[in-house]
């Protein structure tokens, strides 16, 4: 059935993909009723159809996924099945390298650029048996979480093609929503997955730091960024997560350590750590997963609704706050650290040819440039001293929940909304409740929780580096399928 691109709304018709899982797919391909190049067509179909609304796409390479989707229907006839993602389509962000097509990072200063080896990452999606579709529209160089700042143009939201996808992971996100592809890959240095992923509808996942290694990653904030993965659903980000970390490559590493800044994961009798209760990996020894509410106020006054909708999947369970005056500190050393970093990272590009970037970009990059060196000194050092207070979260308590975004997706190009009869601005909104948890470098998921006002909101859910389990069993029961 041939696609219809939109509807009068501007909300997208569903791809091929939408509503359906991995698992089911996989199902569908080893039981004869599906094949990987028929997944494959149906995929670049959809792209075709949907991304002149959608702009999800930098590079859709319909002749390499034909050949490995070809080649993955010869493998499964012949006996080698190389797992769940095997014969799947998927798309992976513009910032992440994969040989033989362009990566333009979503900058003029890359046009043209195509680099000659897989990122790890994709290394391991190709040995999973993943099929790579192409390529997905980045916010330039990462740097915003608002998705509409590209030299390919902004990509749009799929609930209303006015809006933004977030970013920075944007094309990624809309390209999930949409149905055109059933998992893609993205970053994540202060949101960058999750964002996208609660303001289209759909789960991201941002792994502890280091678990999936970021090699051959543009980098914007090296101690900050992670990889993560977007799909429908929960269950679907964590089979991804363990094809990425499995370090299933041939003569290839194994996966990085994940980095624990709260200092209390992997202690006897902790949660998360050897000897623990409900914590631990699995939570069977210790009784239910303790899950706490964090009152996102301590961190950002946002829109009433949202935080309603979500709070009401939860149920009865704890509260938590945060110490007075943590969100405001936590904010500025997340913004030390990630303007100083990226301020390293493009200080010859502005040097030499500032005209390439995005003007928005190139004033927060100036910006960014002049902050004195012993400012990141200092955010290094109250980052090891505010991880005593996200400690102290776990200290009874498994997984942390609020929500992902404190409002919906707002229009595109839009710096400032209107909530509740306030001016809210749009960037620090985004950025609020996402940030903090790669300060720290700890795992968090961000599921589907409703609608308001027709647009979709997210329920984020954290827990320590070990607990990862734990984070996916509470969003399998809070959020059923």
Same mark, same amino acid.
């Given at each position: 059935?041939?696609?219809?691109?939109?509807?009068?709304?501007?909300?997208?018709?569903?791809?091929?993909?939408?509503?359906?899982?991995?698992?089911?797919?996989?199902?569908?391909?080893?039981?004869?009723?599906?094949?990987?190049?028929?997944?494959?067509?149906?995929?670049?179909?959809?792209? /075709?159809?949907?991304?002149?609304?959608?702009?999800?796409?930098?590079?859709?390479?319909?002749?390499?996924?034909?050949?490995?989707? %070809?080649?993955?229907?010869?493998?499964?006839?012949?006996?080698?099945?190389?797992?769940?993602?095997?014969?799947?389509?998927?798309?992976?962000?513009?910032? *992440?390298?994969?040989?033989?097509?362009?990566?333009?990072?979503?900058?003029?200063?890359?046009?043209?650029?195509?680099?000659?080896?897989?990122?790890?990452?994709?290394?391991?999606?190709?040995?999973?048996?993943?099929?790579?579709?192409?390529?997905?529209?980045?916010?330039?160089?990462?740097?915003?979480?608002?998705?509409?700042?590209?030299?390919?143009?902004?990509?749009?939201?799929?609930?209303?093609?006015?809006?933004?996808?977030?970013?920075?992971?944007?094309?990624?996100?809309?390209?999930?929503?949409?149905?055109?592809?059933?998992?893609?890959?993205?970053?994540?240095?202060?949101?960058?997955?999750?964002? $996208?992923?609660?303001?289209?509808?759909?789960?991201?996942?941002?792994?502890?730091?280091?678990?999936? $290694?970021?090699?051959?990653?543009?980098?914007?904030?090296?101690?900050?960024?992670?990889?993560?993965?977007?799909?429908?659903?929960?269950?679907? @980000?964590?089979?991804?997560?363990? @094809?990425?970390?499995?370090?299933?490559?041939?003569?290839? +590493?194994?996966?990085?350590?994940?980095?624990?800044?709260?200092?209390?994961?992997?202690?006897?009798?902790?949660?998360?750590?050897?000897?623990?209760?409900?914590?631990? $990996?699995?939570? !069977?020894?210790?009784?239910?997963?303790?899950?706490?509410?964090?009152? +996102?106020?301590?961190?950002?006054?946002?829109?009433?609704?949202?935080?309603?909708?979500?709070? /009401?999947?939860?149920? !009865?369970?704890?509260?938590?706050?945060?110490?007075?005056?943590?969100?405001?500190?936590? %904010?500025?050393?997340?913004?030390?650290?990630?303007?100083?970093?990226?301020?390293?990272?493009?200080?010859? %590009?502005?040097?030499?040819?500032?005209?390439?970037?995005?003007?928005?970009?190139?004033?927060?990059?100036?910006?960014?440039?002049?902050?004195?060196?012993?400012?990141?000194?200092?955010?290094?050092?109250?980052? !090891?001293?505010?991880?005593?207070?996200?400690?102290?979260?776990?200290?009874?308590?498994?997984? *942390?929940?609020?929500?992902?975004?404190?409002?919906?997706? +707002?229009?595109?190009?839009?710096? !400032?909304?209107?909530?509740?009869?306030?001016?809210?601005?749009?960037?620090?909104?985004?950025?609020?409740?996402?940030?903090?948890?790669?300060?720290?470098?700890?795992?968090?998921?961000?599921?589907?929780?409703?609608?308001?006002?027709?647009?979709?909101?997210?329920?984020?859910?954290? @827990?320590?580096?070990?607990?990862?389990?734990?984070?996916?069993?509470?969003?399998?029961?809070?959020?059923?399928?």
């Amino acid at each position: 059935m041939p696609l219809t691109p939109r509807s009068s709304s501007g909300h997208l018709s569903p791809g091929p993909f939408a509503g359906r899982t991995l698992a089911g797919l996989a199902r569908d391909l080893r039981d004869g009723r599906a094949t990987a190049t028929g997944l494959a067509e149906r995929a670049l179909d959809a792209a /075709a159809a949907l991304d002149p609304a959608l702009n999800a796409f930098v590079t859709v390479d319909a002749a390499g996924a034909l050949a490995a989707a %070809r080649r993955a229907d010869a493998e499964l006839a012949a006996g080698v099945d190389r797992g769940p993602l095997h014969g799947l389509p998927v798309a992976v962000k513009d910032l *992440i390298d994969v040989a033989g097509l362009p990566a333009t990072m979503g900058s003029r200063h890359f046009a043209g650029h195509v680099p000659d080896a897989d990122a790890v990452c994709v290394t391991r999606l190709r040995a999973a048996g993943a099929v790579i579709v192409g390529k997905t529209t980045t916010h330039e160089f990462a740097y915003g979480p608002t998705g509409d700042r590209s030299a390919n143009g902004p990509s749009r939201n799929p609930r209303d093609t006015g809006r933004m996808s977030g970013g920075s992971s944007g094309g990624s996100a809309a390209a999930v929503a949409a149905g055109v592809v059933p998992l893609a890959i993205g970053t994540d240095t202060g949101g960058s997955v999750r964002i $996208p992923a609660a303001l289209c509808g759909v789960a991201g996942f941002k792994p502890a730091y280091g678990a999936i $290694p970021a090699d051959g990653v543009f980098p914007l904030s090296r101690s900050l960024d992670h990889v993560g993965v977007l799909a429908g659903g929960a269950a679907d @980000c964590l089979l991804a997560y363990h @094809c990425l970390t499995s370090g299933a490559v041939p003569g290839g +590493p194994g996966p990085a350590p994940a980095r624990d800044t709260t200092g209390t994961a992997g202690e006897a009798g902790s949660p998360g750590g050897p000897g623990g209760e409900a914590g631990g $990996p699995g939570g !069977e020894a210790g009784g239910p997963v303790r899950v706490a509410w964090l009152d +996102p106020g301590c961190l950002f006054d946002g829109d009433r609704r949202v935080v309603d909708t979500v709070r /009401a999947l939860l149920g !009865e369970v704890a509260e938590v706050r945060l110490p007075e005056g943590f969100g405001e500190e936590v %904010r500025e050393t997340y913004l030390a650290v990630q303007s100083c970093e990226t301020a390293e990272v493009h200080a010859e %590009r502005l040097a030499r040819a500032p005209e390439l970037f995005d003007p928005e970009v190139l004033e927060r990059l100036r910006a960014a440039a002049e902050l004195p060196g012993w400012r990141y000194v200092r955010a290094l050092r109250a980052r !090891e001293r505010l991880a005593g207070a996200v400690a102290a979260l776990f200290g009874g308590h498994d997984v *942390i929940a609020l929500p992902t975004v404190p409002i919906v997706a +707002p229009p595109l190009d839009r710096r !400032e909304i209107e909530v509740a009869g306030r001016p809210v601005a749009v960037r620090p909104a985004l950025l609020a409740l996402t940030s903090p948890w790669n300060v720290f470098g700890l795992p968090a998921l961000t599921v589907p929780a409703g609608t308001v006002a027709g647009l979709p909101v997210g329920l984020q859910l954290v @827990c320590r580096p070990g607990a990862e389990p734990l984070l996916f069993s509470t969003a399998a029961r809070v959020t059923p399928a």
